[in-house]
């Protein structure tokens, strides 16, 4: 069973940094793709940035490229987001979410069935 625990949300003034964590485990495949999601008060769930371990690809939304960076830690078995030059509109909760084995949906969250709990970012003076 896959699990996966996010750490790191929290208030940030604009133009600040914040490092989001999901830590996984339970994988029964090699291949997957893991990544991050948002979710604001009223608006649907967008993919934000994710990474595929077939081939160590990495995928952003157009909103925060240049912005966002995703990463692994393959001993820690943990995914981080690094966030830099945050603005008011980045506020919403963050999931990490997972598929095993791949998707050609990489940016839709129907094709996810692992998620984490969520985490708040709050962007704001």
């Known amino acids: 069973q896959v699990q996966l625990v996010e750490s790191g949300g929290g208030l940030v003034q604009p133009g600040g940094s914040l490092r989001l964590s999901c830590a996984a485990s339970?994988?029964?495949?090699?291949?997957?793709?893991i990544g991050w999601f948002r979710q604001a008060p009223g608006k649907e769930r967008e993919g934000v940035s994710f990474f595929s371990s077939s081939d160590g690809s990495t995928y952003y939304a157009d909103s925060v490229k240049g912005r966002f960076t995703i990463s692994r830690d393959n001993a820690k078995n943990t995914v981080y987001l690094q966030m830099n030059s945050l603005k008011p509109e980045d506020t919403a909760v963050y999931y990490c979410?997972?598929?095993?084995?791949?998707?050609?949906?990489?940016?839709?969250?129907?094709?996810?069935?692992?998620w984490g709990q969520g985490t708040q970012v709050t962007v704001s003076s």
């Open positions: 339970g994988f029964t495949s090699r291949y997957y793709i």
């Open positions: 979410a997972a598929v095993l084995y791949g998707s050609s949906k990489i940016f839709s969250p129907l094709e996810y069935d692992n």
